[in-house]
Every structure is written in C-alpha cells, then in structure tokens.
C-alpha cells in the first residue's frame, strides 16, 4: 500500500531541515524562500519494535518495516493559488498526496528569515489553510460549470454530483476547509477524483526549539511537536501519521523474511492479504492468526498453537493490528 504525505508551510519554517533529518537524503535547506524547487521524496520506516522482535524470534533473512513516503514540498506563499511564488505548481504536488503535514514555526531566530517578517503560528496556518481553500474552490467552480448542462438533462449520476459539490462550495466560500462539510463516505468517493486540498487529513508539526518546546498553541486538529535540528519527536510525528491515515499494522514472520504490511483500520483478511498479492482476496480460503506477543510468549508456533493461541479465521473476519498472520489460499 503506497502512502504519502506532502509536508507544506510557509518558507523557512523548517520543512527541508526536517525531511533531511527523516530520510537522511540531501535535498537543499538553505535559509531562503523557494530553495526547493521540486518536491523530493522519502522513505521513512515507521518505529515498530515489533517487527525486530519477530525477526530474531524466527531468525529471519531480511527484516521489511512498514513505511511512509513522506514528500517535501517548497512554500507556499500568500497568493499561491494565483501562481504567486512557485504557486500552482506547488498546489498541483500537494494533490498528489493522501495526507498533509502542515509545518509551523513556533520558534524566534533572527538569523532565519520569516516570510511575513514575524513568528505568529496561527497566522501563518490562516496563509496556507486560505491558499488551498482558494485553490479548491476554483477547481469546485470549473467542475459545477461542467456538470450544470448534464445536470439540467436531468442525468441522475450529474444531480447528485452537482449537490454534493454544492454543500463543499457553500463552506469553501465562508473560507472553511472541505472538510467542515461533513460528506459522507459515499459522497467523498463520488468526487474523489477531484482531489479536494481541504479534503485530505492534516497532521500539524510544530517546528519548537529548546527554548520554547512548552510552547502552547491552539491548533485546529491533530498535532505534534518536533525539533528537526535535535531530531526530537520523530517517531511521535511517524506514528501520528499513520493514524491520520488511519492505518494499521498486521505481520508475517519467517525465516525468509518478517514483515510489516499496511492496510487500512477494519480490513477483512482477504482485503489484507491483497497487501501481500492481489490473488489473495478472490482465492482466500482461511488465515492463520496469532497475536504477536502471544507468539513471542509462547516461544514457538507449535506451543502457540497448542496453548489455543493460533485461531482459524475466515472471511469475515476483521484484522487487528499486532495480528500475525500466514493466509492459505
């Protein structure tokens, strides 16, 4: 399963110094705006001892972690959704995303410029939140004058997008993000392609320093606190982002090799197992489980099995994350 997560903010507020410090890949962080002129891309494993700990159990060949590509987007400037800055460019990456990390500056340092010439957090999210409001309520716009004349025909799949479109225009023009208005999972799906900026799930990272890690603010959402120089709370902002995602961990372990697989919170075995081949969904016949640690306490899947820990499960059956499991097909 292939995820990303764009990192946006301002300029200088810290995006490149923290992807450097996540993938340990090169890409330029000079103190200036729009240094990075396109976006670069890295793996980050997610911190998961259980993984480790099931490779030393089975004495595997290779060890394979969960993973999140994270990418690194240059800033975004007020006015970015009229191509100012590097604008619609920058705009056009970040659809290309499943998730946002929003970085913000909390921290004073006159030896780092700042954009807007002063550190005010909530103030620069309002920049970035308004420039992609912009941007998504011109591409509303330009869809809704496509879908009126089919609409009007009375072409039932038009009606229906038209409405739903209407509802994220109606929060897009009170400078809200898609998201305020409530869409069910149905109507989501049904303008997805569109890939609304404001529909995708933020996770905020605040750029703190030794000097004010305490530093209080009020952020509209789920957030975490990093220092990218001390390479502080990087495992929290991994973990935070798979459950913006909301992701979840199941495991297979053997000589060959022990593995994380990424599926989404709620999967049934045979959507598991399309992590593993897409076969694994049509020709499910049953899965194997065991609870990581039940196995590891065991000693061995013989004794796991003969304690009662090692279940039979079918096609109904919901994956937990921590699941070890071995799919027969």
């Known amino acids: 399963m292939s995820l990303s997560i764009g990192i946006v903010g301002l300029p200088n507020v810290g995006k ?6 996540l993938t340990k890949k090169s890409v330029p ?19 998961d001892e259980r993984v480790e700990k099931l490779s030393k159990f089975s004495n595997s060949a290779k060890t394979i972690p969960a993973v999140i590509e994270f990418v690194d987007i240059a800033g975004l400037v007020a006015g970015a959704s009229k191509g100012e800055g590097l604008g619609n460019k920058f705009l056009t990456n970040i659809k290309e995303v499943d998730a946002i990390l929003h ?13 807007a010439n002063k550190v005010d957090p909530m103030q620069d999210i309002g920049v970035i939140n308004l420039e992609l409001v912009l941007a998504d309520f011109e591409t509303v716009s330009k869809r809704l004058s496509n879908l009126s004349r089919d609409a009007k025909r009375g072409e039932k799949d038009a009606i229906f997008e038209e409405i739903i479109l209407k509802k994220v225009e109606k929060v897009l023009e009170k400078s809200k993000m898609a998201t305020e208005a409530n869409l069910t999972d149905e109507e989501k799906f049904k303008i997805k392609s569109l890939n609304l900026l404001t529909l995708k799930p933020v996770l905020y990272a605040l750029n703190v320093s030794e000097a004010n890690e305490n530093v209080e603010v009020k952020i509209p959402g789920m957030y975490v606190k990093i220092d990218p120089v001390f390479e502080k709370g990087f495992d929290d902002l991994i973990k935070k982002s798979y459950e913006l995602l909301g992701l979840e961990t199941f495991l297979t372990t053997g000589e060959d090799e022990t593995r994380a697989w990424t599926i989404k919170i709620g999967s049934t075995a045979p959507i598991a197992g399309m992590a ?4 694994f969904k049509d020709k499910f016949i049953r899965a194997e489980v ?29 994956v937990k994350d921590g699941d070890v499991i071995e799919f027969k097909i």
């Not at 970085?103 to 954009?115: A, G, L, N």
């Not at 593993?276 to 076969?279: G, K, M, S, Y």
């Open 29 to 47: 962080a000079e103190n200036y705006p729009f240094c990075t002129i396109d976006p670069s891309v890295g793996i980050v494993p997610v911190p």
């Open 103 to 115: 970085m913000v500056r909390t921290f004073e340092d006159p030896s780092v410029i700042h954009v």
């Open 290 to 318: 065991v609870n990581w640690k039940d196995l590891l306490d065991s000693g061995s899947y013989s004794n796991a099995r003969a304690k009662g820990l090692v279940r039979t499960e079918g096609k109904e059956y919901v």
């Open 276 to 279: 593993i081949h897409t076969d």
């Open 16 to 21: 490149s110094t923290l992807f450097n410090a």
